[in-house]
């Protein structure tokens, strides 16, 4: 599979994050999740036609690696979604990274990476156990998520990251059948403490766009001070294709080692 890897800076959205600090160090941090909210789908590129209503069935692919071990502990996630039209919003109200300290977690993540894609299916829709099965038992995704583990706790391979996920990703496409050799869309993001991405406390509204899928996302950083249960957020779903609130945080994520 040919992913079509587009990266964005941000936008005016993220822009706020930036020079209003309110953490004073990293070790001030006491919670951090990235929730990944519904993906607004702009063009799924299938034409209506008399036999077609222009529907598409898509694959939803998020990887997460992260220098701590979490709830998730790093992460790899396939989701289907079956007949999606142009201008329609994905259910997608996961948390995709997790973590709170406490007496034995110890220190808070100073970098998360992530990417998500988002690809669309040639036929129906396979079922996603029997590929999570078959990507495991491959012998490049073993070595890749081998290597892993020591990538992230070396600050001269910070870089290598990056190029490690596009191949895993590139590994899950092969095992997902008949699907286009572009990518709907594709981000790829690092948060970091030296960055300051952890600096603003609270709720961060993230909106990624690219030219046919926007991708949203709410990072959450809390300190000792703060209540960490929060109310649930459907921000950029229409009513009636906000979740149930009762399945707003799932944390089924497979682990990557």
């Known amino acids: 599979m040919n992913l079509h890897k587009e990266l964005t800076a941000g936008n005016a959205d993220n822009a706020g994050l930036r020079g209003n600090t309110d953490v004073l160090t990293s070790k001030d941090i006491s919670g951090v999740e990235l929730r990944m909210l519904a993906p607004l789908i702009k063009d799924n590129h299938t034409p209506k036609s008399f036999l077609s209503k222009g529907f598409a069935n898509l694959y939803g692919i998020t990887i997460v690696v992260s220098d701590v071990v979490n709830q998730l502990a790093g992460a790899l996630d396939i989701k289907g979604f079956p007949r999606i039209g142009d201008q329609e919003f994905l259910p997608v109200n996961k948390t995709v990274f997790y973590f709170q300290k406490g007496e034995t977690t110890g220190n808070p993540p100073s970098q998360v990476h992530i990417m998500t894609t988002i690809i669309k299916s040639k036929e129906g829709l396979r079922n996603v156990g029997e ?14 998520i081998g290597s892993v583990g020591s990538l992230v706790k070396d600050a001269s391979k910070f870089n290598v990251i990056s190029d490690v996920v596009l191949q895993v ?3 899950v496409g092969k095992y997902l059948g008949k699907v286009e050799d572009k990518a709907l869309g594709t981000v790829i993001n690092s948060y970091t403490t030296l960055h300051g991405d952890f600096d ?20 959450v950083v ?3 001070t703060v209540a ?6 459907t921000r950029g779903l229409t009513p009636k294709a906000a979740p149930n609130p009762a399945d707003h945080v799932e944390v089924d994520m497979m682990q990557l080692w």
Do not use: C, H, Q, W
């Open 131 to 144: 590929i999570m099965g078959s990507v495991n038992k491959d012998e490049g995704y073993k070595s890749l």
């Open 169 to 171: 990703a590139g590994i």
């Open 200 to 219: 603003k406390l609270g709720i961060n509204s993230l909106v990624y766009p690219t030219r046919d899928v926007d991708f949203n996302f709410d990072l």
């Open 222 to 224: 809390r300190d000792k």
């Open 228 to 233: 960490t249960e929060t109310a649930p957020t």
